[in-house]
């Protein structure tokens, strides 16, 4: 049998309550099944995002929009971004993983999709004219929230994930899904039952996606964890 080339793992994580955290319980969950990938991680709260303010969104905007070359300290001034972008474009399968804020997502997170969703190089055209494509890949976004939002009259409350699955498909990835914990401020019956449901929609999940035929006994090789600091 043929063997099948390792696919990349981009995991994409904000996870500020840590151990005490429900949503890195379903993290450890895709961990426990991931197989034959390289894996990558990113703590958003060790790597933090650029935000695009006034100079960089300029420098973003006349760059990959109008096609104007940059001066070097003006392309310094996205080089956060575009190392994020570069890991982005490089997975196979990306996972991010955050709690849900005021029905939405954190502004770390937020600020990490603006970061890496550029005109150019992860959507849309290139230079060369050539249209992007990110067929073939897959995108999970795994969520935990204090309340419940799968029902009215609270769906149209839901901003998080909903966001990040738009986010994906408007850059073309092929499989987009994504896993939302509710109910996790709820009574411990509830929080039980929804978070373990979750936890097997995330293993199963992983299950599809790694153990394919000729992945089932490659054990998961961790490449970094952390940030590396000679990044900008």
Same mark, same amino acid.
């Given at each position: 049998?043929?063997?099948?080339?390792?696919? $990349?793992?981009?995991?994409?994580?904000?996870? =500020?309550?840590?151990? !005490? /955290?429900?949503?890195?319980?379903?993290?450890? %969950?895709? !961990?426990?099944?991931?197989?034959? /990938?390289?894996?990558?991680?990113?703590?958003?709260?060790?790597?933090?995002?650029? @935000?695009?303010?006034?100079?960089?969104?300029?420098?973003?905007?006349?760059?990959?929009?109008?096609?104007?070359?940059? #001066?070097?300290?003006? *392309?310094?001034?996205?080089?956060?971004? $575009?190392?994020?972008?570069?890991?982005?474009?490089?997975?196979?399968?990306?996972?991010?993983?955050?709690?849900?804020? +005021?029905?939405?997502?954190?502004?770390?997170?937020? %600020?990490?999709?603006?970061?890496?969703?550029?005109?150019?190089?992860?959507?849309?055209? !290139?230079?060369?004219?050539?249209?992007?494509?990110?067929?073939?890949?897959?995108?999970?976004?795994?969520? /935990?929230?204090?309340?419940?939002?799968? +029902? *009215? =009259?609270? #769906?149209?409350?839901?901003?998080?994930?909903?966001?990040?699955?738009?986010?994906?498909?408007? @850059?073309?990835?092929?499989?987009? !899904?994504?896993?939302?914990?509710?109910?996790?401020?709820?009574?411990?019956?509830?929080?039980?039952? +929804?978070?373990?449901?979750?936890?097997?929609?995330?293993?199963?999940?992983?299950?599809?996606?790694?153990?394919? *035929?000729?992945?089932?006994?490659?054990?998961?090789?961790?490449? #970094?964890?952390?940030?590396?600091?000679?990044?900008?």
């Amino acid at each position: 049998m043929t063997s099948k080339r390792k696919s $990349d793992t981009l995991i994409v994580k904000y996870i =500020p309550r840590n151990e !005490r /955290s429900n949503t890195k319980r379903l993290l450890d %969950a895709l !961990r426990e099944e991931i197989r034959n /990938s390289d894996v990558e991680e990113i703590d958003l709260s060790d790597d933090i995002p650029d @935000m695009f303010l006034r100079d960089n969104l300029l420098a973003y905007l006349n760059r990959n929009f109008l096609g104007q070359e940059l #001066s070097p300290e003006e *392309e310094k001034l996205l080089s956060k971004m $575009d190392r994020m972008a570069a890991k982005l474009k490089s997975a196979d399968i990306v996972v991010v993983v955050f709690p849900m804020y +005021n029905f939405s997502m954190p502004a770390i997170v937020k %600020a990490w999709f603006d970061s890496v969703m550029q005109k150019g190089v992860t959507f849309g055209e !290139r230079k060369d004219g050539q249209i992007i494509s990110n067929a073939g890949k897959k995108a999970l976004t795994l969520i /935990s929230s204090g309340g419940v939002y799968g +029902n *009215e =009259p609270f #769906s149209g409350r839901e901003h998080a994930l909903s966001l990040s699955n738009l986010e994906f498909q408007f @850059m073309g990835y092929s499989d987009v !899904r994504g896993v939302l914990s509710e109910g996790m401020a709820m009574n411990e019956e509830v929080k039980q039952t +929804n978070l373990n449901k979750s936890i097997r929609q995330v293993r199963s999940i992983a299950r599809e996606w790694y153990r394919e *035929e000729g992945y089932d006994s490659m054990p998961v090789n961790v490449i #970094s964890k952390k940030r590396s600091f000679g990044d900008v």
